[in-house]
């Protein structure tokens, strides 16, 4: 494969330090020979002949010649040798420039502002200067690579013009006076990743007799001095907005009025654990991560090997994977039930699984994926002291692996292996947990009032679930694991139990589990798990904004405890953190990526004397919350305010007379006064949860989502058979490409903004079959995930059509046939055939060379009849012909790695579990609306629709 790449690469910047690279011969440089061999009698000479004008480099020892190491033509000497001097002479010159640079006031030097204010001079002053510091690098690259062997498509074509980046890196300083009491001062950083650190401030400073002192506009941080009852965090970071203070009279005051940018929120944690609670619904077991091995108790595993086949037929060799079969009754190979690549899992807690060696079970460190597959083999020792071995427990290369079934790919209620899986156990959201402090609670969902219950026929249900035997009311601590993690019940199946007056059977039969299906028990816990840092849970935390205490005593930045405010982390460096019945408490604000709420703060502080001996201060904070969705508040998130303030007075005094009574003491003399303080403290708070008082519970205006599925022509391939066909009922000559159409013109109820946008849209073109014209098909599929995705909510199907005549089938399902349905040439039908047809032959997952034979596996082109070829599975599209598509889905030299196994398991899948819809374009059934100028359709069909087939279990 051949490529061409094309490389442009400019850059520019203010900084320029250039270096001219000195060609003079490295005889004259090499300073190393001179330090270490000239002590040794070793030298190096220059000898010029002028009357033949040729130069020497020698080299002696001591009087003697040992060489002559070059020889160069005078001239050529001189000019390296002047070469040389110029360019010393000039970075000599540049450094010089630099560092007198650098000592400028500023990048362009100071700027004088010819400023007058006329009347307002007395309140402003005169004139002004601006200092502009900072740097500007922009780099412009330009790369085209291009592949000689890619074809043209109708979405790209080769062209040789590069593709340009800009690249660019502006920091500016701004600072500057407008007159002599007003000063500016601008930061920027067009790197910065936080919007934050680029700062904007005004600043305002009147001279002593002026009512106001100073006024601050721009990224402000508030102080509100003396406050004592009204709580919050005294220090108010993140604010944009204005700040002033002044005097009246004996008044002082300090007045703010901000928009505030930061949230501020509040962490508890008790010594080195965490408070932590979670409410887990009966439905919430820990699915595919526990399973059982279906021994008996009295049986003991002496050996026990795992394997998994991870669906990926791609990494066999990496891992190490071997081919084996799993079994449902071990040495009875007609139950087999799966043949794929299975690679040997490591036992360990920092491995793949751990074994649990009293509760005969298997727990994956990680939850196993829907398509994975789980086989075991062993060694067990019965209770009668017999020895039995299950499946290959020592095998051979070349070796074909039996095992038994513990987990089959896609395991659903029915299957076999459903009864390995585990459902008595529930996880929990950390481990290491303190068992003095976990307290759970099982309740059982009243829908009708909202009260839960925890008492059934006067037993609570941890009595009746067999969690509570010492009747305390609390779980015995011997169901609990501590260290990993969760909690296991002793039944199998606990929320089926018949002790149960309703039990919720449907959860341990179907996997359709939700608000209205199950649900109708579930576990209260709380806990203190252990943790070995401080996470706040957030980003951005505003510098200088936390307040961090331990048992109400403020710790000190630096000395007591360190803080990476860009990730939310504290570290402590002392003791006392680590101490079983520390209280930390963490006040701090932080800048949040969005908010869609708008935060607003205003505050004043007043401070008077009234004589020497009684002052007085004031703060008043008032607060508000609203969001954009002002006019329709949710609950929870209703408009707030809240206004809070204080006052306090105190008086203060010196008194001998107590000085002499404490003299009368004996050991005891002072001649300082005595002071007395007396202090009164009040505090108000005026708080409105919701300005408006109203809240919707539900604006009936729900949320939709959405799983889309791509119309990209490369997304789908040729389908399989469909079940009411024949394959010789396949159109004649088919293809389908991608095209380009307005919104407008698909919906004309859309608004006007958005009616000129274009969409991509899946074209379809097929010949009717010559044989049976009523009955021809076409039929595409395509891969929507490997893993599988989650459409148990799933409501409806949508799809866009415009087209009168025909039936559109879809199916949609977790197995659907992959074996395609072809036709060579002559219309004589190649597939399906019940054998895997892919291009990949050594299986590696890469279109390796002259695997590009098209999914007939023969090399060849349509017009040259080769033996065994399609004849009709070149590809080609070109550009100079742009409305030809015929051969634009064509397999053969196509540059890409086409296979049946769209899901990459190394298999061929030929189950079918899927839902199909059927729409019928002919009539109205599910037609939701109609562009009658266009002829576009949109159809919603119910997945309870009669329409709607159930194939399998999908």
């Known amino acids: 494969m051949m490529k061409k790449t094309l490389f442009i690469f400019i850059i520019i910047s203010l900084s320029v330090f250039i270096y001219a690279q000195n060609y003079f011969d490295e005889f004259l440089e090499n300073k190393l020979f001179d330090n270490r061999l000239s002590e040794q009698g070793y030298y190096k000479t220059v000898e010029i002949d002028e009357l033949n004008g040729v130069v020497f480099f020698k080299t002696y020892f001591n009087e003697y010649i040992i060489s002559v190491d070059s020889v160069l033509m005078l001239n050529t000497y001189l000019e390296r040798k002047n070469k040389k001097y110029v360019s010393e002479l000039f970075k000599e010159n540049a450094i010089r420039a630099i560092e007198s640079n650098s000592q400028e006031s500023g990048l362009i030097g100071d700027i004088d502002l010819p400023i007058t204010f006329g009347k307002m001079s007395s309140l402003f002053g005169e004139g002004g200067k601006l200092i502009v510091n900072g740097s500007e690098r922009v780099e412009y690259t330009g790369s085209k690579t291009f592949d000689l062997s890619v074809l043209d498509t109708t979405t790209s074509s080769t062209s040789l013009i590069p593709e340009f980046i800009l690249y660019q890196h502006l920091i500016v300083n701004v600072t500057g006076t ?62 944009f907005g204005i700040k002033g203070s002044g005097q009246v009279g004996g008044v002082n005051f300090t007045a703010i009025a901000s928009k505030q940018t930061g949230e501020s929120e509040q962490k508890q944690f008790v010594g080195n654990t965490k408070l932590d609670s979670m409410k887990l619904y009966d439905t919430e077991y820990a699915k595919n991560r526990f399973f059982y091995l279906g021994l008996s108790s009295t049986d003991s595993i002496i050996q026990l090997n795992v394997f998994k086949d991870d669906g990926i037929g791609t990494n066999n060799d990496e891992q190490g994977a071997v081919e084996g079969r799993i079994v449902y009754l071990p040495g009875a190979y007609d139950s087999s039930m799966f043949e794929g690549m299975f690679t040997l899992l490591k036992s360990g807690d920092n491995n793949d699984y751990y074994y649990n060696k009293s509760g005969q079970f298997i727990e994956f460190l990680s939850t196993l994926a829907s398509n994975e597959v789980i086989g075991v083999s062993y060694i067990v020792k019965r209770s009668d002291n017999s020895i039995d071995t299950v499946g290959s427990v020592e095998y051979t290369e070349g070796d074909t692996l039996v095992m038994k079934a513990i987990k ?38 009243n829908y009708a009032s909202g009260d839960d219950y925890e008492i059934e026929n006067e037993k609570t249900y941890l009595k009746i679930l067999g969690l509570d035997n010492n009747d305390d009311g609390k779980v015995d601590l011997n169901y609990v694991n501590f260290d990993r993690g969760y909690i296991f019940f002793p039944q199998l199946l606990p929320f089926a139990s018949e002790s149960l007056n309703e039990p919720d059977s449907i959860i341990y039969t179907s996997q359709e589990t939700g608000t209205y299906i199950g649900r109708l028990y579930y576990l209260n816990i709380s806990f203190r798990g252990s943790q070995s840092m401080y996470s706040l849970g957030v980003f951005n935390v505003l510098e200088g904004s936390e307040v961090v205490k331990i048992n109400g005593r403020t710790l000190t930045k630096d000395t007591d405890y360190t803080i990476d405010y860009e990730y939310g982390i504290v570290n402590f460096m002392t003791d006392e953190a680590n101490l079983p019945s520390a209280e930390i408490t963490i006040d701090y604000q932080y800048s949040p990526f969005l908010s869609l709420a708008s935060k607003n703060l205003l505050g004043l502080h007043l401070d008077y004397s009234f004589s020497d001996k009684i002052t007085s201060n004031s703060n008043w904070l008032y607060n508000t919350l609203s969001y954009k969705l002002e006019d329709y508040p949710r609950l929870g998130e209703e408009p707030q305010e809240a206004l809070v303030g204080e006052f306090d007075i105190t008086y203060t005094d010196k008194y001998y007379g107590i000085t002499d009574l404490a003299n009368i003491l004996p050991f005891y003399y002072s001649d300082s006064p005595s002071a007395l303080s007396v202090s009164t403290k009040a505090a108000v708070s005026y708080p409105n949860p919701n300005s408006t008082g109203k809240a919707f519970i539900d604006n009936m205006e729900s949320v939709l989502s959405s799983n889309d599925i791509s119309i990209d022509r490369k997304s789908w391939v040729c389908g399989s058979l469909p079940t009411a066909f024949n394959a010789t009922d396949l159109s004649d000559d088919y293809f389908w490409y991608n095209d380009r159409e307005t919104l407008g013109n698909i919906n004309e109820l859309l608004p006007n903004l958005d009616k000129n946008d274009d969409v991509s849209i899946l074209n379809i073109s097929m010949k009717l079959n010559t044989a049976s014209a009523e009955n021809t098909f076409v039929s595409f599929t395509q891969s929507i995930s490997r893993t599988g995705v989650d459409m148990s909510d799933m409501m409806f199907l949508e799809v866009w059509v415009k087209g009168d005549d025909g039936v559109l089938t879809v199916e949609i399902g977790k197995n659907i046939t992959e074996d395609m349905v072809r036709k060579d040439k002559n219309n004589n039908v190649v597939s399906p055939d019940n054998i895997l047809q892919t291009e990949d032959a050594n299986n590696d997952g890469i279109l390796d060379v002259n695997e590009d034979s098209g999914l007939d596996g023969v090399t060849g082109g349509d017009s040259e009849s080769v033996a065994g070829d399609d004849g009709n599975d070149d590809y080609r599209y070109e550009s100079a012909n742009p409305d030809d598509y015929s051969q634009i889905n064509g397999t053969e030299n196509n540059n890409a790695l086409d296979t049946e196994d769209l899901d990459r398991d190394g298999s061929l899948n030929t189950n079918l579990d899927l839902f199909r819809f059927t729409v019928n374009l002919e009539n109205t059934n599910n037609l939701v609306y109609e562009n009658l100028n266009t002829g576009w359709k949109l159809y919603r069909i119910p997945i309870t629709s009669s329409n709607v087939e159930i194939v399998g279990s999908p």
């Open 178 to 239: 407008v007159g002599d009491r007003i000063k500016v001062n601008l930061n920027h950083d067009s790197e910065s990743e936080k919007e934050s650190d680029n700062k904007v401030k005004v600043a305002y400073q009147g001279i002593d007799d002026d009512i106001l002192q100073t006024i601050e506009a721009g990224d402000v941080d508030v102080s509100l001095p003396g406050i004592k009852l009204i709580g919050g965090t005294p220090q108010h970071k993140g604010l």
């Open 408 to 445: 089959q790919k896609d395991d659903y209620p029915s299957s076999l292996t459903w009864q390995y899986m585990m459902k008595n156990i529930y996880t929990f959201s950390s481990r290491n947990i303190i068992p003095e402090s976990f307290v759970m609670t099982v309740k059982k969902v």
